[in-house]
């Protein structure tokens, strides 16, 4: 190849190797957050442990608002409580009940029915939350500021109550990227309103 040719190749390499990246950026990120589908979530923790030292921003959405939960140098703040401190102890302590909650059964719904079980996403209901048929969803993001990749997303529905007291109860719960349902044996209760985050507050999720 001429000194030419060379020339023209330079350019198109500078241009090239940054869109590789990003592509295998974007491919890890995707297997991230579909992961637990993949894999299959029966018997499976909700949560896998590895996350949790990864874990910088927490966003809580709700037909309440919104909850951001930041980690910083200080510790971990509430945006939307003034930037105020917030309970370490309760964060950890739901973050680590995710990791041990296990899923029990997957449960055939229809998607035109995931509104029955409170499972819809905003977007799948006119941009509109509505207690009894979208989900309280979390968001788990590495980083900080504005730097986060999202790890893991998880809609928490309805409560299952068996008439039956040897009969399943527990919890619906969805990974956003599928239609899939799923039971949980343990109730997941999410405080969804930014003060009952912040440090002495009182509240337990």
């Not at 590895?50 to 703040?77: C, D, F, M, N």
């Not at 003034?82 to 899923?103: M, N, P, W, Y």
């Not at 998607?111 to 989900?135: C, I, M, S």
């Not at 504005?146 to 619906?172: E, V």
């Amino acid at each position: 190849m001429g000194r030419g040719g060379e020339m023209k190749l330079k350019p198109l390499l500078i241009w090239t190797v940054p869109l590789i990246l990003l592509a295998i950026g974007a491919v890890v990120v995707d297997w991230y957050v579909h992961a637990p589908e993949r894999r299959g979530m029966v018997g499976r923790a909700l949560l896998p442990e590895r996350h949790l030292p990864k874990i910088g921003i927490i966003v809580i959405e709700s037909e309440a608002g919104q909850v951001t939960l930041r980690r910083g140098k200080q510790g971990w703040t509430v945006d939307e409580h003034d930037g105020s401190s917030a309970d370490e102890v309760k964060l950890r302590d739901f973050l680590l009940h995710l990791t041990q909650v296990r899923v029990n059964q997957k449960v055939p719904v229809h998607p035109d029915r995931l509104g029955d079980f409170a499972l819809l996403k905003k977007v799948e209901n006119d941009w509109r939350f509505e207690q009894h048929r979208t989900g309280r969803l979390i968001s788990l993001f590495y980083g900080e500021e504005n730097r986060h990749i999202l790890l893991y997303r998880l809609l928490i529905g309805k409560r299952r109550i068996s008439p039956d007291p040897s009969g399943p109860h527990g919890t619906y719960v969805r990974f956003p990227a599928t239609n899939n349902v799923y039971l949980v044996g343990d109730p997941l209760l999410l405080d969804i309103h930014p003060r009952d985050w912040a440090k002495g507050s009182g509240a337990t999720p």
